[in-house]
C-alpha cells in the first residue's frame, strides 16, 4: 500500500492531500527512518510513525510562516491582514491562530481554500482575483500585516500594487521561491534550484523590488521547511515607513551569509 494512501486509512492524516504534505515535509518514519516519497510501499510488517504538529495548520505553507513571524519576533495579534496567494490557506490559517483579526485572502484561484477558513466570519476570501489589481476598491481598509505565498509568478509582479493596501507603517512577510524568480536555466532537470548564485540573485531581485514599493527590507532567513518540490526557500520580513538608508536594512553580505548557511 502507499504510504499516503496507509496514513489515511489509518486515520494519521485526514485525506491523501494532507498524508502527502506529512510526508514531503519530513514528519514521517518508517521503520525509524524519515522518508519524503509518498508513494513509498509500505505493509503490515512496518512501523509507521507521524512525528511534530504537521496539522497544526491547514497547509504546511502555515509552519513558513509560523517559523517567520517567531524568528522575526512579529505580533500579529489584532491586526487586519492581506494573504496574497492565499491558496488552501495556510498562511491565513497561521495568522488567525496567532490572533488577527481580520485577513483578506486572496488568490487567482478558485476552490482552493479550505473549508474551515472559507465559513470563518475573520476570513474575506477573494478568489479569482489578480493581486496586480489590489486597491482601496477592492480592499477596503489599509491591511497592517501583508503576507505572500506566490507560484508560477514573481512577486516584483505584485509588490508595486501593495502599498496602495497597505497601512503607512505596515509590515510584510513574504516567501521567496527562487525556482519563480531564476529564469529557466537555473533549474535542473527536476526543477530545482542547486546553484548558491541563483538563490542570492533571486532574493537581491525581490529585495530591490521591495524597497521600491517602500517596503525597505530588515529581516531575512531560510524557510524552516523546503517547499513540496524540495526548492530550498526564504521569507524576508520589510516595514513601510521606513528610510532606505536604515541600518537595519539588509545588506548584500547577509544575503550572501543566509544563502551558504542553506546549502
Not at 515535509?25 to 511534530?52: C, I, M, P, Q, Y
Not at 530545482?192 to 548564485?197: N, T, W
Amino acid at each position: 500500500m502507499r504510504l499516503d494512501v496507509y496514513l489515511t486509512e489509518m486515520g494519521l492524516a485526514k485525506s491523501r492531500s494532507k498524508a502527502a504534505e506529512c510526508i514531503e515535509g519530513g514528519f514521517v518514519l518508517v521503520n525509524g527512518r524519515r522518508v519524503t516519497k509518498v508513494s513509498l510501499a509500505v505493509g503490515e510488517g512496518d512501523t509507521v510513525e507521524v512525528t511534530g504538529k504537521p496539522y497544526d495548520f491547514v497547509s504546511r505553507g502555515g509552519v513558513k510562516l509560523d517559523g517567520a513571524l517567531e524568528g522575526f519576533g512579529i505580533d500579529v495579534a489584532g491586526s487586519t491582514a492581506l494573504d496574497i496567494g492565499a491558496s488552501t490557506g495556510g498562511f491565513t490559517d497561521c495568522l488567525l491562530k496567532r490572533g488577527a483579526g481580520r485577513v483578506y485572502a486572496v488568490d487567482s484561484g478558485k476552490g482552493q481554500l479550505d473549508e474551515s477558513l472559507r465559513g470563518d466570519p475573520r476570513v474575506i476570501s477573494m478568489e479569482g482575483f489578480n493581486a496586480r489589481e489590489l486597491s482601496p476598491t477592492s480592499i477596503p481598509e489599509p491591511c497592517g500585516i501583508i503576507v505572500s505565498d506566490l507560484s508560477f509568478i514573481s512577486q516584483t509582479l505584485i509588490l508595486p500594487a501593495v502599498p496602495a493596501v497597505s497601512t503607512e507603517d505596515a509590515v510584510l512577510i513574504s516567501l521567496i521561491k527562487p525556482q519563480f524568480e531564476c529564469g529557466r536555466e537555473a533549474l535542473n532537470k527536476n526543477g530545482i534550484v542547486k546553484d548558491k548564485k541563483f538563490h542570492t540573485s533571486a532574493i537581491k531581485k525581490v529585495l530591490s523590488a521591495a524597497a521600491v514599493s517602500g517596503f525597505v527590507p530588515i529581516g531575512l532567513m531560510r524557510s524552516s521547511i523546503t517547499g513540496g518540490d524540495g526548492n530550498i526557500e526564504y521569507l524576508y520580513y520589510a516595514k513601510r515607513g521606513l528610510s532606505p538608508t536604515d541600518g537595519r536594512r539588509i545588506t548584500d553580505g547577509e544575503i550572501r551569509e543566509v544563502v551558504n548557511e542553506s546549502h
